[in-house]
C-alpha cells in the first residue's frame, strides 16, 4: 500500500481536472466556482471530449475565454481535447499524459499530491476544497474525499453524501428522494463509497489502482474505485461541509450540445 500522503503540508499542490464535452451550458459557473475557492488549486485541467476535429484549436480557446470571464487566472489553467475518450476516467487519464508531455521537468502541475475530479456540471461552493483537503490530511491512510452533493438549481436539496451497496449488490445513497439539507448527515465520515463527481483522491493512489475502471460508465466509476482503494487498505470518507452542486445532466438525461 502507497502513502497517499506524504509528510504533513499546510497546503499541497491540486490539480483541479474538470472533463466537458465542449463548452457546457454547465461548465462557465464551474470554472467560477473553482476561481472563488477559499483555498485555491495549484492548477485546473480542463479536458475537452467533444468528438470532431478541431483544427483551429476554436473549442479550447473559448474553454480558456469562459474560465477568464469566470475569474481564473489562467496562467494556472491548461486546456487539452480527448475525444477518443470513452469514460470519465478515460479523460481524466489522457488528459493527465498530455500535460505530462507538455510539462518540463520538475513542473508542480504533474507531480500533484492530490487530483480534484470534476464534472462540468459539479460547481464546488467556495469552501469546498479547503474542506476536503481537511478531511484528506485527517488521517495518512485517507486516499479519496468525496464531497456532500446537492441539487444545481436547488442546494438545500441532497443528492449524495457517500455511497453504500445493499445486501442484493444495489448502489444504495441512504436518502430520500428531495430530501432537504438540515445537517441531518455532517458527523458521517467512512463511508463504502463517493461518486466521482467533486472527489478529492490521492495522485498515487490513483496511479496505483489505475485510476477508474474502464469498463465501467459514468455511474458506477466512483463506487468501484472507492471499493479497491478500500480493498488496497486505504480509507474513503466524505467531508460533509465540502459542498458540490451537481446537474447530474447525463444522469437525467438532460446533457444538452456543447457550444464550440
Known sequence: MTEPSGAPSLQPAVLAVAVTP????????????????????DAVLVVDVSPGEDPAHERAKAIRMAAREAGLDLESVRVVRAPGAQTFGDAVREGI????????GGDRLVTARWLWLLHDD???????????????????????TGPKQCDWSQPQRLLELGVSVSRGGRRSLGLEEGELDQGQYDDRED???????????????????????PALGPFGDGLDLSRRARLAGYRVI???????????????????????
Request: net charge positive; aromatic share 4%.
Open 22 to 41: 465542449g463548452l457546457s451550458p454547465y461548465l462557465p459557473e464551474t470554472l467560477r466556482g473553482l476561481a472563488l475557492q477559499r483555498t485555491e488549486p
Open 97 to 104: 499524459a498530455q500535460l505530462a508531455d507538455q510539462a518540463s
Open 122 to 144: 459539479s460547481a464546488p461552493e467556495p469552501a469546498a476544497l479547503r474542506e476536503l483537503l481537511r478531511g484528506a490530511q485527517s488521517a495518512p491512510t485517507v486516499a479519496l
Open 191 to 213: 463511508v463504502y463509497g463517493v461518486g466521482t463527481a467533486g472527489a478529492l483522491v490521492a495522485t498515487a493512489v490513483w496511479e496505483e489502482l489505475g485510476g477508474t475502471d
Open 238 to 260: 466524505v467531508a460533509p461541509r465540502a459542498v458540490v452542486r451537481h446537474a447530474r445532466a447525463s444522469y437525467q438525461g438532460i446533457r444538452r450540445a456543447a457550444r464550440d
